[in-house]
């Protein structure tokens, strides 16, 4: 050993080792599919040359003083005007979660739900739950019919879809709690689109094409998201929402009161009434959002902040990054085939126990502490080899003594002090129940849908539940929406999100390990390809390219069923505080997506 290392010091020797260092290195590198940096761009080593591993080759925003990425050019425009007012996140989150109710109708929102996560620059955190309530006359058979089947779009399409929603309940409790700048100056930029109109993209203008027959066959006489001359929209047009202006005016001139009283809250009774939905006056006075105790944990050195229940995502990304953290992710490489299944094989677990165990915390009791332990989820692996896919029929939701479209939105904030915002929020599917409410101008959600409305009957994502997650008059539904903040050394590091319905979970999960894991920028990793697998049914989607075709046949020849998406999974709105302190946003290029910083 000694002449090993004295050999060291001689040139020709060092050389030879140099070379046969390296001869065996750059093969482990290509299989093991590793990050190199190089001058600053990081690149993959993949066994396959030709695969490319991101959507496209799109590059972060960085910005020094502030920075908001969301669903939409104008939304993250409005965010970032707030903050060079002296506004902070949350001032900002206000007025970007109004603007996407005009922008991005498919999911932004007044007439849905949603969830906070907050992180002030002193490392505090609070979370809001502004989710959906069932109204007081719903049940758990209101989706039957009278022999006990499912009414097939019942809870999806239609007045009977909708939840009592909380978007605005939930914009008034943060302004009350933690905003410097007046209401009225938050509503204001919402308003101004409502009034003058918002240049469509080739996505709105495609969207609202694609749900023009729905419109006019649920909304006899509505004028609403339709062209003036019946044709379709194009790019470039002009979108006036006038009553939705007036609509952001009574909430801006009466705040809480100009949404769940008074005309807008007659106006919504009245549209209930027109289509035997159940959404009453007392459901609108009732509703109130409600502050959370956070999911808090670690992985490795990183502590998360994430949304507790009535969303599953927090609960299931704990388990899930805990599930990996003993596995040498890093060295493997992304999307090798051992990284791969330990992924799969955790996400088949934690969606079965979403399953058995998630629900309302008002209704049931949810063992969180339990399910995000770590003996709990080592006895999850005992079941688990390398050699062969487990058998999802053989996984139940574990023992404890004792899930769209893509139409959900995320937005991210962070302002110059560092305080730090990760709101998602949805109407659920695109364009919620597809009801415009008459007079009022704005879409109204199909959050219904989340619940179970059958034991065992799949949701619009395909995700099972059972009576944790079944309907009761104002108990809130299942969610999967993940709005995440990660700290590195106690202080901000990350902030994430995204919409998907079920994938919201998976796409957080792999977003935060590419960068944490894998090296790559906030951009990188939102532009890599990603996978999906939820239990149920079992099997792995995946985007095209995510996976090399060796990859393909190994884990096939593994017994893993895998289908490749013809729609992209997620759609990331998320901030990474670099190490010179700068932000770099990065925003999904699968959608309109973008990040504005300054
Ligand atoms: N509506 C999608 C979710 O809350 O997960």
Redesign the pocket.
Known sequence: MLTFYRSLTHPKQLTVYCLLLTACYLPLAAFCQEVKESKGVYQFLTEDPTQKPFFSDRQGVVGKNGMVASAHPEASRVGVEILQKGGNATDAAVAVQFALAVVHPSAGNIGGGGFLVYRTKKGKNYTLDF?EKAPLQGHKDMYLDADGNVIQGLSMTGHLASGVPGSVDGMVKIHQKFCKLPWTELLQPAIDLAEKGVVLTAREAAGLNRIKNDLKKLNPNTTYFLRQDGRDWHLGDTLIQADLGKTLRRIQAQGRAGFYEGETATLLVKEMQRGKGIISAQDLQQYQSAWRKAIVGQYKGYKLITMPPV???GVALMQLMKLVEPYPLKRWGWHADSTLQVMIEAERRVYADRAKFLGDPDFVKVPIKQLTSTDYLRQRWQDFSFDKATDSKAVKGGDIAG??STE?THFSIVDKDGNAVAI?T?L??GYGSRIVVEGAGFFMNN?M??FSIKPGVPNM?GLIGNKANAIAPSKR?????TPTIIEKDKKLYMVVGT?G??T?ITSVFQTILNVLEHGMTMQQSVNALKFHHQWLPDKTLFENGAFTENTIKRLQARGYILEMQRNTIGRMDCILVRPDGSLEGGSDPRGDDTSVGY
């Open positions: 989710r969303s599953s995502g899930y769209e959900t998602t949805t659920n599917g959050e849908d989340d994502f539904m299942l969610s999967s929406m919409p319905g079920s919201i």
